[in-house]
């Protein structure tokens, strides 16, 4: 049993690099515009779709592919935000999130519309599968760059909230909408730069889940709760936060398949326990303060 | 053609009731739950079970009413005290959980396969075989649960509720215990969506795990918006228009393979632009998304 310990880990730290990075926009997004996004991994499985698309439609270099995939998200991301969050910006936030519900099955039927529901898989020819520690771990060389990419893109993240001016303007948005509007903060530009980020990341997230688990129209369901359940791990709005709990949510998932005789038909359903119990133990996250309750509804 | 009329009236039925007991929890009392879709799966799994372990359909019906009712006591207990997005998240979870249970105890829910021949509905002795015959039974049956949401949103209870809905905190003030009657709203609620689960699976005779999953749950969203949030006639209207405007699509010149992702688009758009532009749906009265934040 101990033998199958470091590849359990391994894909545990892969899932949960993925799983953070859909994390941390959806904890982006909602630390300004305060309300779930239940669309927000749709757009991962929109990005993979794409790169799906350029890959065996326009038969475009890998690189290429990779952009156009990223951009389009990114662009969608925005054009979501500008058509159906911004005009009920100011109500409840039960609005927002049930029209976050509508974007989600649109998006989810445009792709079997031009897509079907047939599961597709990328092109494999450049995966290359390398084996560590006498064959103990097995990690191919798309999972190594989607490790390293995500935490690149998450320390880069980072320092651009902490250091750029842009920045810093984020951060204030964030704490406090209106003062800083006063102060002279554009919060419609701010709002539009975070959710491009936020879309970028998942796009991003959502091509190498492609090559991990391959392409369904209907895999943003799973993916938004882990993304849930990660951000509120730890702690809704909290940056680290969200990538705490994203490798969380990725380890222990591999951990409980992995270890205990739990049937893998059973994955998704610890991501929604785990979701549950933190909601009632600690609705703070783990790393979050005890605040007063909003009252949203 | 007369029986496919017939057919989806039954349906319209089944489904007017899950999201009339959907409206009292979300719509009246502002309760946002997600996981409406997992009590219709118990109601149904739970029917579907007994009657074919030869309990007769009523009893059965009951039955398996008592056990949403009981489903929606435990998750409440726990969740009724949270937030509202947080509610959202947790009972989301819920009802996934119990399909991913209906679809991995194979030995019970038969899993991916389904429960098959489930027995017709039969009141003391009387087989109700015919779709007409068992559409007035429903309309009797849906009637009664109807009329008992009426009576409970036109009492001062209902009153109660709304006044949750509308300044939890001022209830609070006037000395009601918020917690104890939304715990309450939200096991009547679920016994009101077993209720439909127990009517569905008798109605067409099989179950299986994808008639519970989450898009089925955005569907019930769909129609309880599309009437319009806290009021009585809301969901009928709502689940008729919903049928009424989107049934006729099967009859276009599409490939069978895209009308349903064609159809839940459509849904999906007119969803959207209501809570945009119609928040309080087609009939409403309540300005339910023009509360300031």
Redo the contacts between chains.
């Keep these: 049993m101990l033998d199958i310990l470091p590849q359990i880990l391994v894909n545990g730290l892969i899932a949960g690099a993925l799983y953070s990075l859909i994390a941390l926009g959806l904890s982006l997004t909602y630390g300004i515009l305060q309300f779930i996004n239940f669309a927000h991994a749709d757009l991962a499985i929109v990005g993979a779709y794409m790169f799906f698309f350029g890959e065996k439609a326009m038969k475009w270099p890998l690189t290429i592919n990779f952009l156009f995939a990223i951009i389009v998200v990114g662009i969608l991301g925005i054009v979501i935000e500008h058509l159906t969050f911004k005009p009920i910006r100011r109500a409840p936030a039960v609005a927002p999130m049930l029209a976050s519900i509508g974007v989600q099955i649109t998006l989810q039927s445009l792709i079997l519309i031009f897509f079907g529901s047939a599961i597709e898989s990328f092109d494999h020819s450049i995966v290359k599968s390398y084996s560590f520690f006498g064959d103990k771990i097995a990690i191919t060389n798309t999972q190594i760059f989607a490790i390293l990419s995500s935490l690149i893109l998450m320390l880069l993240l980072f320092a651009y909230l902490k250091f750029t001016q842009t920045g810093k303007a984020i951060r204030a948005v964030a704490d406090n909408l209106e003062v800083s509007s006063i102060l002279g903060i554009r919060p419609n530009r701010i709002i539009k730069i975070i959710v491009f980020i936020g879309s970028i990341l998942a796009g991003f997230a959502g091509i190498f889940i492609g090559y991990d688990y391959n392409l369904h129209p209907t895999m943003g369901i799973p993916l938004i709760i882990k993304a849930f359940a990660a951000v509120i791990i730890g702690g809704l709005g909290n940056i680290p936060g969200a990538i705490i709990g994203g490798f969380t949510i990725g380890i222990l998932e591999n951990l409980a398949i992995g270890l205990t005789p739990l049937p893998a038909s059973y994955k998704d359903a610890i991501a929604f326990i785990l979701l549950i119990l933190i909601l009632f133990l600690r609705p703070q996250g783990i790393l979050g303060q005890a605040t007063e309750s909003k009252k949203i509804v | 053609m007369i029986e496919y009329i017939i057919f989806l009236l039954i349906i319209v039925i089944i489904f007017s009731v899950l999201v009339q007991s959907y409206n009292l929890a979300l719509g009246y009392t ?1 309760i ?1 739950h997600l996981g409406h879709i997992g009590f219709y799966a118990i109601g149904a799994y739970t029917s579907a079970l007994l009657t074919l372990n030869h309990i007769p359909f009523l009893l059965a019906l009951l039955i398996s009413t008592f056990f949403g009712a009981l489903a929606g006591l435990l998750v409440g207990l ?2 009724i005290r ?5 509610l ?3 009972t ?3 009802g ?2 119990i399909r ?2 209906a ?2 105890w194979t030995d019970v829910t038969r899993g991916p396969l389904g429960v098959t021949a489930i027995p017709r509905p039969e009141v003391f002795g009387f087989i109700f075989r015919s779709g007409f015959s068992t559409l007035l039974l429903y309309l009797l049956l849906g009637g009664i649960i109807h009329l008992l949401i009426y009576k409970i949103v036109n009492s001062p209870y209902g009153r109660v509720i709304e006044t949750i ?1 509308e300044d ?2 001022a209830s609070k003030a006037l000395g009601k215990n918020t917690a104890k009657v939304k715990l309450q709203v939200l096991a009547i609620s679920a016994a009101g969506a077993a209720f439909a689960g127990s009517l569905y699976a008798h109605a067409f005779n099989f179950i299986d795990p994808s008639l519970f ?3 089925e749950m ?1 569907t019930i ?1 769909i129609m309880i ?1 599309l009437g319009g949030l806290g009021s009585f006639w809301g969901p009928i209207i709502g689940t008729t228009a919903v049928y009424v405007i989107f049934e006729p699509i099967r009859f276009l010149p599409i490939p069978i ?2 009308l ?3 159809r ?2 459509l ?3 007119i ?2 632009l209501i ?2 532009y119609r ?1 309080q749906g087609l009939i409403g009265r309540m300005k339910y ?5």
């Design positions: 502002g946002l726990p969740a949270l937030r509202g997005d947080y959202a998240l947790a989301l979870g819920f996934e959980i991913l249970v679809l991995n809905r939890e905190t999953r989450i898009i955005s969203l918006i393979e895209i349903g992702p064609i839940r688009l849904y999906a758009l969803f959207i809570i945009l928040p998304f023009h509360k300031k934040r």
